[in-house]
């Protein structure tokens, strides 16, 4: 497997738990006085976890 592949693996996989901890014990994020809403965490894990398994599956597809 690549370096940049297993890195970005891990960027993803990472961002993907932060949101499920953010989730788990319900924090709240504002931004300019704006609350995100925690389902835009839900579809945050979904995208990222999505990105590091097709990332995966590409770098062990044999040539």
């Given at each position: 497997?690549?370096?940049?592949?297993?890195?970005?693996i891990v960027i993803?996989?990472?961002?993907?738990?932060?949101?499920?901890?953010?989730?788990?014990?319900?924090?709240?994020?504002?931004?300019?006085?704006i609350h995100i809403?925690?389902?835009v965490s839900g579809?945050?894990?979904?995208?990222?976890?999505?990105?590091?398994?097709?990332?995966?599956?590409?770098?062990?597809?044999?040539?």
């Open positions: 497997m690549k370096p940049f592949a297993t890195i970005a993803f996989s990472f961002i993907a738990i932060g949101h499920l901890i953010r989730m788990f014990f319900r924090w709240e994020v504002i931004i300019h006085d809403p925690l389902w579809i945050a894990v979904i995208i990222f976890v999505e990105l590091a398994y097709m990332l995966w599956r590409e770098s062990h597809q044999r040539k």
